[in-house]
């Protein structure tokens, strides 16, 4: 079954510090400033932050799943997803580790099963769960 919009909802609705944004009627998630997760005006792709390093790799191997990004982002740690031809356990993963990309150490080192768990009681609408120590003070300043 194709993933949507609301299945990246769904997954980023725990994840510390992020966010969701519209930005000339496409919608954005980001950690701060920095766009993990971009979607195409007609919901279809995904872009989202991905090691350059492996992205022509990603492209030889799956060539039905992946494209290339537009040629101003090739300079960006980016690919870009057909939402079609990925389930929702792939869209976890590609989720989650795209949101690992941009955010400290400390909170990119929480399992994928923390990070669902996080999901899952947002959705059911827990209260907030609770930050991860990050070494901030009660200022958001480092130190």
Not at 68 to 86: G, T
Not at 94 to 123: I, N, T
Not at 130 to 137: A, F, L, Q, T, Y
Request: aromatic fraction near 8%; hydrophobic fraction near 40%.
């Amino acid at each position: 079954m194709p993933v949507s919009i609301d299945d990246v909802r769904d997954l980023t609705a725990g994840l510390p510090r992020s966010y969701e944004v519209d930005v000339r009627e496409r919608i954005k998630f980001r950690v701060g400033r920095i766009v993990y997760l971009a979607f195409s005006r007609d919901e279809t792709l995904l872009g989202f932050a991905f090691p350059k390093e492996e992205r022509e790799a990603a492209l030889e191997t799956y060539p039905d799943k992946f494209l290339r990004p537009k040629p101003s982002d090739m300079r960006y740690h980016w690919l870009v997803v057909r939402l079609e031809a990925i389930d929702r356990d792939e869209l976890r993963e590609l989720v989650f580790d795209a949101w690992r990309m941009v955010v400290p150490k400390k909170l990119a080192s929480l399992s994928d099963e923390e990070l669902g768990q996080r999901a899952l009681a947002q959705e059911a609408g827990a209260a907030e769960p609770p930050e991860v120590p990050d070494g901030r003070g009660r200022s958001g300043m480092a130190g």
